[in-house]
């Protein structure tokens, strides 16, 4: 695992496209460590976390507002609030209508060692290089998941799905992960061991390692299912899609 300390959430990267009046702010706060955090980006916002080799975390927000104009965006921006306490992410902000409204980002640094639970409604959710039980759900937006280690479940509606395994398979539990709407991408160092299943409905299985031929599933005709045993087994390690290809790539 690696020891992340790049700050990399900016108002600059935020992809923002409206026509009407915008503010954008970093905020940063310090929390200090309970061994779980759980993060609610609410309805606009995304949410990363990146383990590092501290004991303390650090909560970056991005704080996003907009309306017919500039001093209004302002306003509106100056009602949110992000409390990041007792082991809780959140933002809380007035109710909007028309063309106002808010988002807050995330880009959370953590001990390598926390459990997390994530959930996002329009954005994504990117961990990297934490162990602990995993538990996401986002419903518009990919999820990016690197060297991860410990139990990890949960899945988003539309999005693509990219994991990335740590190099050694007595780091993982229990993997269950699905979407809906979206591709998966799943790379495994060459030497782990595990028991792989992955399934589709409407996409292609593929392979860089040698697999037996993929099985209708018994609670569909359509869906076809990959399960095979990766080195000498483990592990085991679900990764599903309804619409999309799944690929599993040896590093």
């Known amino acids: 695992m690696q020891d992340n300390r790049d700050k990399n959430l900016t108002c600059d990267n935020s992809g ?3 026509d009407g009046g915008r503010f954008c702010e970093m905020r940063e706060q310090p929390a200090t460590a309970a061994g ?3 993060v609610d980006a609410g309805a606009n916002g995304g949410a990363t976390v990146k383990g590092w080799l501290r004991s303390d975390v650090l909560v970056r927000a991005r704080v996003e507002a907009w309306g017919d104009s500039d001093s209004a ?9 992000v409390d990041a306490a007792g082991g809780q992410v959140r933002a809380t902000g007035p109710a909007t209508s028309g063309k106002a409204g808010w988002s807050v980002s ?6 390598q ?3 997390l639970t994530l959930k996002t409604h329009n954005g994504g959710v990117s961990v990297s290089d934490v162990r602990g039980r995993l538990e996401f759900a986002a419903t518009n937006g990919g999820v ?7 139990d990890i479940s949960g899945g988003t509606t539309n999005g693509g799905l990219n994991v990335e395994l740590p190099g050694n ?3 993982i539990g229990r993997v269950e992960i699905q979407t809906t709407n979206g591709g998966v991408n799943l790379s495994v160092p060459a030497s782990f061991s595990a028991h792989l299943k992955t399934d589709t409905v409407n996409g292609q299985l593929q392979s860089d ?9 018994s609670s569909s005709r359509r869906q076809k299912t990959l399960e095979m045993d990766l080195g000498s087994g483990g592990p085991v390690i679900h990764v599903s899609t309804t619409n999309g290809g799944v690929r599993v790539k040896r590093l």
Not at 73 to 81: F, M, P, R, V, Y
Not at 106 to 111: G, H, K
Not at 144 to 150: A, D, E, F, P, T
Not at 209 to 217: E, G, I, V, W
């Open 73 to 81: 965006a302002s306003l509106l921006g100056a009602q949110i609030h």
């Open 106 to 111: 995330y880009e959370i640094f953590v001990p």
């Open 144 to 150: 990016n998941l690197k060297r991860v280690g410990g």
């Open 36 to 38: 779980r955090l759980n």
């Open 169 to 171: 398979s007595r780091d």
């Open 209 to 217: 390692f040698p697999m037996p031929l993929p099985q209708a599933s």
């Open 16 to 18: 923002y496209r409206g």
């Open 113 to 115: 060692s926390t459990d």
